[in-house]
């Protein structure tokens, strides 16, 4: 017999009631208002936007990343397993709660990759991050800017004045990255209008539907540039 999952925390936000749930020692739910969010068990898309944003990485001489929602950490995991030790990430996460819960029941799930010391971690809405980037000094651009965000681009996402996915966005987005950067967006489900747009700025876009089976989200990877070489889809 399941057992039944405990509220270990909960937090009230605009778009509803925020709470951790654990069953046993190492199973999690994030959830929201009841919906689904973020489950322990099922993270593979989560870890392949962190590795294919950050392929090139590797051998680079401190990179910079922008990771855009820390979620249960398993995206920025993925990617601090790609950046060298001189790399480093900035994660941009709008609630305070979510960080205190990577940093306490959650940090195990990813080897403390919240207190990892080559990332800073910032109660802040990345969209601003990213404005403010896009405006300013060429040194403080990314690498890689990676959004995992529990609401991804959809058909609903205003073509122009979505903060994340319209136009505007999409060429701050570009203008906050060094030369050659990838824009790496995680979604539930593919949207062509979103890939129309990246396409239409300039991007080199490719797209995979990590796994076999079962659900299987969108990952955008938009290369800026010449973009990157092909490669292999992931299995």
Not at 20 to 27: F, N, P
Not at 66 to 72: A, D, I, K, R, T
Not at 91 to 98: G, K, S, T, W
Not at 164 to 180: E, F, N, Q, S, T
């Amino acid at each position: 017999m399941a057992q039944p999952w405990q509220i270990l925390d909960s937090v009230c936000t605009p778009d509803g009631t925020l709470e951790l749930r654990r069953r046993g020692a190492r199973d999690f739910l994030i959830t929201l208002d009841g919906r689904v969010l973020m489950n322990s068990a099922l993270h593979r898309s989560e870890a392949a936007l962190g590795r294919l944003a950050c392929r090139g990485l590797k051998g680079s001489p401190g990179p910079r990343v922008l990771v855009g929602g820390l979620g249960m950490g398993f995206t920025l995991r993925a990617v601090l397993d790609v950046l060298p030790p001189s790399g480093r990430a900035v994660v941009a996460e709008l609630n305070p709660q979510v960080v205190r819960w990577c940093e306490g029941p959650l940090a195990e799930l990813t080897d403390r990759a919240a207190q990892d010391p080559r990332v800073e971690v910032r109660v802040e809405d990345v969209a601003e991050v990213i404005r403010r980037v896009a405006a300013g000094r060429a040194e403080d651009r990314f690498d890689a800017v990676v959004l995992d965000l529990y609401e991804g681009p959809h058909a609903g996402s205003h073509k122009r004045s979505d903060p994340l996915y319209g136009h505007g966005a999409i060429g701050r987005a570009k203008a906050a990255l060094r030369p050659g950067g990838v824009f790496a967006v995680w979604g539930e489900n593919h949207d062509a209008g979103f890939e129309k747009r990246l396409r239409g700025a300039g991007f080199t876009v490719t797209t995979d539907r990590p796994g076999r089976g079962g659900l299987r989200h969108t990952i955008y990877i938009a290369a800026a540039g010449r973009g990157l070489a092909p490669r292999p889809r992931l299995a």
